[in-house]
């Protein structure tokens, strides 16, 4: 970590450890303006770039380095919703547990098994396609669910579950495209 004095060096107004959405002083929260945060990236990267501080020595310039990947790893996160969602979760105490919780509603695990049923089925590109758009509207309603669910409910749990649910539409959407790459798409 960066010794105080030397994080004095490079001085954005925030500490190096504070949260993603402090960083980018956007509301901790899912919805998001994509073009707020691509604004606010390039800010902080003007202000932390380590070339600003070439003529300040080698202290300056690692710590101008550790700023850089800092906000680097925050626009990735805060970028994507899924990946948003997670960290979202994470500081309001309710972590995903992806790896070791796989249990969800039994009609999601029954559309699970129709998709991929239809996936092995399909042997045109327009089958998979349609596959693919079907799978396309659930993950925008998911993300709509989500939506609600953090920002206006503030429901960790329930948005634990629903992240869950996004992550498994997700790989069967990149299922789907390989598909349709395969078939010519």
Request: hydrophobic share 50%; charged share 25%; proline share 3%.
């Amino acid at each position: 970590m960066i010794s105080e004095a030397a994080g004095r060096l490079v001085d954005i107004g925030v500490p190096i450890d504070a949260s993603d959405f402090e960083l980018f002083q956007v509301a901790s929260q899912f919805v998001q303006d994509r073009a707020v945060l691509d604004t606010r990236w390039k800010q902080l990267q003007t202000q932390v770039h380590p070339d600003r501080f070439v003529s300040d020595g080698a202290v300056a310039q690692r710590v101008a380095m550790q700023w850089t990947l800092r906000v680097n790893e925050a626009y990735q996160r805060l970028k994507l919703p899924l990946a948003r969602a997670v960290y979202l979760c994470e500081l309001n105490g309710q972590p995903i547990g992806a790896e070791s919780n796989t249990a969800m509603p039994v009609d999601f695990l029954l559309q699970q098994m129709a998709w991929r049923e239809a996936l092995d089925e399909a042997r045109s590109l327009g089958a998979v396609e349609a596959l693919g758009d079907a799978v396309a509207a659930r993950q925008r309603s998911l993300l709509d669910e989500l939506s609600i669910v953090m920002d206006e409910r503030r429901d960790w749990p329930a948005a634990a579950l629903q992240i869950r649910a996004l992550m498994f539409v997700t790989r069967f959407a990149e299922d789907v495209e390989r598909r349709a790459e395969a078939l010519g798409g």
